[in-house]
């Protein structure tokens, strides 16, 4: 499997819910509920990724179950709990020209307006207000750092992002 046909993970199976084969999920999707958008689903189980179907779901208090076709008893549920939910790349939206998959970002090369390479995205960081680029300094940074915060406000701070050639360019002063 290439690097793009990596499984996504969007969430887990919790612990087995009821005498039925019911199990609660643990979604990493920006509504809890969004991860039964996809299907099928992918699990990893026993070292290896196996496709499973949602037979049905529903809200349990403030859990969400699901009950995975072929899985009957709470003792084939006990032997899920913890494994990932993943899709393919392929089974994600496609999303307009200015939104973008946190994926796709990791690794993006950063550079200010005036040409500095600040570094290279390493992580998304999810806050209240806006996801912030934290990108990884050269080695041998002009300014000692080891790594910089960037916020992800289009047009303010992030002025270009460019997936085909993994660039992208910002207007941020690089000894910040």
């Given at each position: 499997?290439?690097?793009?046909?990596?499984?996504?993970?969007?969430?887990?199976?919790?612990?087995?819910?009821?005498?039925?084969?019911?199990?609660?999920?643990?979604?990493?999707?920006?509504?809890?509920?969004?991860?039964?958008?996809?299907?099928?689903?992918?699990?990893?189980?026993?070292?290896?990724?196996?496709?499973?179907?949602?037979?049905?779901?529903?809200?349990?208090?403030?859990?969400?179950?699901?009950?995975?076709?072929?899985v009957t008893s709470r003792e084939q549920a006990q032997m899920l709990t913890n494994?990932?939910?993943?899709?393919?790349?392929?089974?994600?939206?496609?999303?307009?020209?200015?939104?973008?998959?946190?994926?796709?970002?990791?690794?993006?090369?950063?550079?200010?307006?005036?040409?500095?390479?600040?570094?290279?995205?390493?992580?998304?960081?999810?806050?209240?207000?806006?996801?912030?680029?934290?990108?990884?300094?050269?080695?041998?940074?002009?300014?000692?750092?080891?790594?910089?915060?960037?916020?992800?406000?289009?047009?303010?701070?992030?002025?270009k992002v460019d997936l085909q050639g993994k660039q992208i360019t910002v207007d941020?002063?690089?000894?910040?």
């Open positions: 499997m290439s690097s793009n046909q990596q499984p996504i993970v969007l969430g887990k199976l919790g612990a087995s819910h009821g005498i039925k084969g019911w199990l609660k999920i643990t979604a990493y999707t920006d509504s809890v509920e969004g991860i039964f958008d996809y299907s099928p689903w992918l699990i990893y189980d026993q070292g290896k990724w196996r496709e499973v179907k949602v037979s049905q779901w529903r809200s349990q208090g403030k859990a969400i179950i699901a009950e995975l076709e072929g494994c990932e939910i993943a899709i393919m790349p392929e089974q994600m939206k496609e999303l307009s020209d200015d939104e973008f998959y946190h994926r796709d970002l990791i690794g993006c090369e950063v550079t200010n307006s005036n040409g500095y390479n600040m570094g290279i995205v390493d992580q998304i960081v999810e806050t209240g207000s806006n996801d912030v680029l934290l990108v990884k300094a050269n080695a041998k940074d002009a300014f000692g750092k080891a790594e910089r915060m960037i916020p992800f406000v289009p047009e303010q701070f992030i002025l941020w002063d690089p000894d910040f």
